[in-house]
């Protein structure tokens, strides 16, 4: 099937008979097949069947499809229609790397193993596909059973490569679950590359990507000769400047962030200040009870104003989210976005301008990139 141009492949064909037979996690699937016999708009379907049951059982398979496809490539790259990657950043990492060697690489998330988020994205180089599809080609078919009684794909990814031994190689936070209006900027989110962030809107991963053609304009960014050579994961890279984590800050956040902004949700949540319900005295507050806070802490859900007096007292808080009964503490700083009064409750939020200023000095201009991994 061809669509503007590409060619699109079901990662589901595949899929036995007997597995996708009397199995509703694939009602969905039999029904986008007669949609598009019939010519019918599957848009009609935004708020019916579950798709998230189906794509599970996708992962495997576009496992073995690419391999198929491509066997000699050097990397292998996986991310989600939300998800922005930061193609040059990219190359620049993976060019530090050796594809023959068994790669496995993401933003960690745990279950009872330790995997890669699949939304985030994740990367396999040449080895490690070899070593678990290459040497087994009915490697989909072996586990589609076992997909069904599981929540994620991603998860089933990660089982796999341990079954041969190939751990994770932690790529948080260059590889990250964020976008920009929902980054927790500071220390461990600053001077490190961006390399993929998920979540995001179609518009938003057109803002992101305008952006890296404006830095390329700029000649501060990640750049290649004219004439791309036959592999540019391969290829010698002329590195000015990756786009950081603090380029995220000062192009997409800075701008918007206010003293104070009604009607707005900035996200403040590592300690919500609510007086705890009547059975429960003992709810904890950042490891004390609400009788252990202070007069200020108590008062900070009263107002906007209190809620404002508690981040200012609190050393480590960088902003702070006033709603109904509730005052929400910040420990890094957010965009957010706009909230609208919901039944009765009104969001209005904050930051402090001075300790985010005396951050962005101590941090500096970021002369040393962090690739760590």
Known sequence: MDMAGHHLIDSLDEVSEDIKANNDNFNLYRTLQTYHDLGEDPRQLKNGLNGWNLDKYKFLHILLK????????????????????????????????DPKKPYYIGSPTYLDIEFAHGGTG????????????????????????????????????????????????????????????????????????????????????????????????KGITVGLPNSPPPNPFTHTLFVQRPLLFVDIFNHFVKPTLQPLRSDWNNLSTDIIYTPPPADKPDTKYNGQTWAELTDIQRSSPDSPESCKTACDADKDCYQWMHMDRSCGIGRSFKMGGSKNMEQGRKYVSGWKFGKIEAFEKEMGGCSKVDWTM
């Open 122 to 217: 994740y990367i396999i180089s040449q080895q490690a596909m070899e070593v678990a599809v290459g040497k087994h080609p009915d490697i989909a078919t072996k586990y589609d059973k076992a997909v069904h009684d599981i929540c994620c794909g991603d998860r089933m990814i990660g089982r796999v490569l341990l079954d041969e031994e190939i751990k994770l190689s932690k790529a948080w936070p260059m590889m990250n679950g964020e976008k920009p209006s929902t980054l927790p900027f500071g220390a461990n989110q600053w001077c490190q590359p961006v390399m993929t962030m998920h979540h995001l809107t179609a518009q938003e991963v057109s803002q992101v990507w305008n952006f890296e053609q404006e830095r390329k304009a």
């Open 66 to 97: 690419v391999y198929r496809y491509r066997p000699d490539a050097p990397w292998y790259v996986f991310i989600e229609a939300d998800t922005a990657l930061i193609w040059d950043n990219l190359r620049v990492f993976l060019n530090k790397l």
